[in-house]
């Protein structure tokens, strides 16, 4: 669970923390690519529904720090990849 969090989250936050203050003195945004099973989740690796529970809260809040512009999470919904 841990490499999972660290893939999926930790990475994210890392590169917008050191990416926070081009994007607020440009204007920039953040859209990160989430899933619906951060907010609906389902039976399976709770690992995964958590990292991307966890990345829409992360996403959201920028606003809160003063950062302009549009900040979201695209939630993909199930896409078979094999």
Same mark, same amino acid.
């Given at each position: 669970m841990c490499?999972?969090? +660290?893939?999926?989250?930790?990475s994210t936050v890392?590169?917008?923390r050191a990416a926070?203050?081009?994007l607020?003195?440009?204007r920039g945004s953040i859209v990160n690519v989430?899933?619906? +099973? /951060?907010?609906i989740p389902?039976?399976?690796p709770v690992g995964?529904?958590?990292a991307k529970a966890a990345l829409i809260a992360f996403t959201a809040s920028p606003r809160s720090v /003063?950062?302009?512009g549009s900040d979201l999470t695209i939630d993909a919904g199930a896409t078979k990849t094999a």
């Open positions: 490499r999972l969090l +660290n893939t999926s989250l930790s890392l590169g917008s926070m203050p081009h607020v003195a440009g989430g899933s619906i +099973n /951060g907010r389902a039976t399976g995964y529904s958590a /003063g950062m302009t």
